[in-house]
């Protein structure tokens, strides 16, 4: 049987969705493009936005069109929250399987031959994280990503993925070790170490092991990988992680820090637990420990309760924040949500008006960055070639993607590139 995978949304998903291929190969199917006529097709949906859940419907439909006799099994945090809405959308003839089925997905269509029905549990009262697991690392790739926590326990109040990834769930850490194995017997050189709720690992052990042991030990039991964090939030970074990281060489010096708004008013309506001062306090900090470190976030333009001032004070706190980029995005309600049911001060036009507003500052902010590192050397990762200028294409330790001139394959090697040159957002270097 041929299958083929579509993968919308985070990296948790993208992990998933490679042991759900494996899981498939495993019982004798071959993986297939998905834009290949396939004999099951699995699309494994995103609900963070209303636009993903839309899209996440949107590839169902066009799967069905361009192959009307396949299976199509959906899967994914939209299928969890809005079960009803996806069958009404996409119509009959299609399998949907919630989050916590999906290490069965396999096994329900080749050995049942399930192509239709709903497998949606209550996954508000699941307790472990579910058994997924890479046997080799994933194809054509020269980094990986480590799931080691699902949930959240944060409900935010704009934010659906609780409702869709349940309760906080922790991996073991021999399981921890027992997927990095599988990675350093293949040769990876970089591992992303993420999670749905990544800050909040550990919570639910009952070995006293948090985040910050994790990462470490990791570091310490794989020197010769490089450890990328992903996003993570302000009161989740303590001082002790920070100069730890700052004298950590496998440890990526790059951090994504959510902000979302540098309003406290705005920050307490969103069931966010800090405050833009705390925010400010940490960047700086960082960048004092970590001169070259890469530091991201977040920013929501147009909650429901934002006011012109509120939208000003997370410009301003940007503007003087060492950050080195910013994701911006509009407020779009997100039906299930405290948020959604808010009487909203700042209509939709406004909001992507505000958010270009700090897609520029972020601009700014990436370009600034990119500039304080022309004449120095940085280590790159090559990742492979880019396909505008044919030049090869990596990203340094601290994100910074790179492109390079060589005669050689380079492909998942790491080399020393002087940076030379930004232009246009790239940034250009010579072997060294």
Same mark, same amino acid.
């Given at each position: 049987?041929?299958? &083929? !995978?579509?993968?919308?949304?985070?990296?948790?998903?993208?992990?998933?969705?490679?042991?759900?291929?494996?899981?498939?190969?495993?019982?004798?199917?071959?993986?297939?493009?998905?834009?290949?006529?396939?004999?099951?097709?699995?699309?494994?949906?995103?609900?963070?936005?209303?636009?993903?859940?839309?899209?996440?419907?949107?590839?169902?439909?066009?799967?069905?069109?361009?192959?009307?006799?396949?299976?199509?099994?959906?899967?994914?945090?939209?299928?969890?929250?809005?079960?009803?809405?996806?069958?009404?959308?996409?119509?009959?003839?299609?399998?949907?399987?919630?989050?916590?089925?999906?290490?069965?997905?396999?096994?329900?269509?080749?050995?049942?031959?399930?192509?239709?029905?709903?497998?949606?549990?209550?996954?508000?009262?699941?307790?472990?994280?579910?058994?997924?697991?890479?046997?080799?690392?994933?194809?054509?790739?020269?980094?990986?990503?480590?799931?080691?926590?699902?949930?959240?326990?944060?409900?935010?109040?704009?934010?659906?993925?609780?409702?869709?990834?349940?309760?906080?769930?922790?991996?073991?850490?021999?399981?921890?070790?027992?997927?990095?194995?599988?990675?350093?017997?293949?040769?990876?050189?970089?591992?992303?170490?993420?999670?749905?709720? !990544?800050?909040?690992?550990?919570?639910?052990?009952?070995?006293?092991?948090?985040?910050?042991?994790?990462?470490?030990?990791?570091?310490?039991?794989?020197?010769?990988?490089?450890?990328?964090?992903?996003?993570?939030?302000?009161?989740?970074?303590?001082?002790?992680?920070?100069?730890?990281?700052?004298?950590?060489?496998?440890?990526?010096?790059?951090?994504?820090?959510?902000?979302?708004?540098?309003?406290?008013? !705005?920050?307490?309506?969103?069931?966010?637990?800090?405050?833009?001062?705390?925010?400010?306090?940490?960047?700086?900090?960082?960048?004092?420990?970590?001169?070259?470190?890469?530091?991201?976030?977040?920013?929501?333009?147009?909650?429901?309760?934002?006011?012109?001032?509120?939208?000003?004070?997370?410009?301003?706190?940007?503007?003087?924040?060492?950050?080195?980029?910013?994701?911006?995005?509009?407020?779009?309600?997100?039906?299930?949500?405290?948020?959604? &049911?808010?009487?909203?001060?700042?209509?939709?036009?406004?909001?992507?008006?505000?958010?270009?507003?700090?897609?520029?500052?972020?601009?700014?902010?990436?370009?600034?960055?990119?500039?304080?590192?022309?004449?120095?050397?940085?280590?790159?990762?090559?990742?492979?070639?880019?396909?505008?200028?044919?030049?090869?294409?990596?990203?340094?330790?601290?994100?910074?993607?790179?492109?390079?001139?060589?005669?050689?394959?380079?492909?998942?090697?790491?080399?020393?590139?002087?940076?030379?040159?930004?232009?246009?957002?790239?940034?250009?270097?010579?072997?060294?």
């Amino acid at each position: 049987m041929q299958v &083929a !995978v579509y993968t919308l949304g985070c990296k948790v998903n993208q992990f998933e969705s490679w042991a759900i291929e494996q899981a498939f190969q495993r019982l004798g199917c071959s993986i297939v493009p998905w834009k290949e006529t396939a004999d099951l097709y699995l699309v494994n949906t995103c609900a963070v936005t209303s636009k993903a859940a839309y899209q996440s419907r949107q590839i169902i439909r066009r799967l069905k069109r361009q192959n009307p006799e396949a299976r199509i099994i959906a899967t994914g945090c939209h299928v969890q929250t809005d079960a009803s809405i996806v069958l009404e959308s996409v119509g009959p003839g299609v399998c949907l399987a919630g989050n916590e089925q999906k290490p069965h997905i396999p096994e329900l269509a080749v050995q049942h031959q399930g192509c239709t029905g709903i497998y949606v549990s209550d996954i508000s009262k699941v307790k472990t994280i579910s058994a997924l697991f890479l046997d080799r690392p994933p194809r054509q790739r020269t980094r990986a990503y480590l799931r080691i926590q699902d949930g959240c326990n944060a409900f935010c109040s704009y934010c659906i993925v609780p409702y869709a990834r349940g309760p906080s769930r922790s991996l073991a850490p021999e399981l921890i070790f027992e997927q990095m194995d599988v990675f350093e017997s293949a040769a990876i050189k970089e591992v992303v170490v993420t999670g749905i709720h !990544v800050g909040h690992y550990g919570r639910d052990l009952k070995n006293n092991r948090d985040l910050f042991s994790i990462i470490k030990e990791l570091c310490s039991r794989y020197p010769n990988i490089y450890f990328r964090l992903s996003s993570i939030e302000p009161t989740e970074i303590s001082p002790e992680f920070i100069q730890w990281a700052a004298s950590t060489k496998n440890f990526c010096q790059h951090f994504h820090i959510s902000l979302q708004s540098g309003s406290d008013r !705005v920050l307490a309506a969103m069931n966010r637990a800090y405050t833009g001062a705390l925010f400010q306090e940490l960047v700086t900090f960082i960048k004092e420990y970590i001169p070259g470190c890469c530091i991201g976030t977040d920013v929501m333009t147009g909650f429901p309760t934002e006011k012109e001032s509120d939208f000003e004070k997370t410009a301003t706190l940007l503007k003087l924040s060492p950050v080195s980029y910013v994701h911006a995005f509009p407020y779009s309600p997100r039906p299930g949500t405290v948020a959604a &049911a808010m009487d909203r001060s700042c209509p939709a036009r406004e909001a992507k008006k505000r958010a270009a507003i700090i897609r520029q500052i972020g601009h700014q902010k990436r370009q600034a960055f990119f500039e304080s590192f022309l004449g120095k050397r940085l280590e790159v990762l090559i990742e492979g070639r880019d396909k505008s200028t044919g030049l090869f294409t990596g990203h340094a330790p601290n994100y910074i993607p790179v492109l390079v001139q060589s005669s050689q394959d380079l492909k998942n090697k790491r080399v020393l590139v002087e940076i030379c040159e930004t232009k246009n957002g790239q940034v250009i270097g010579k072997l060294s």
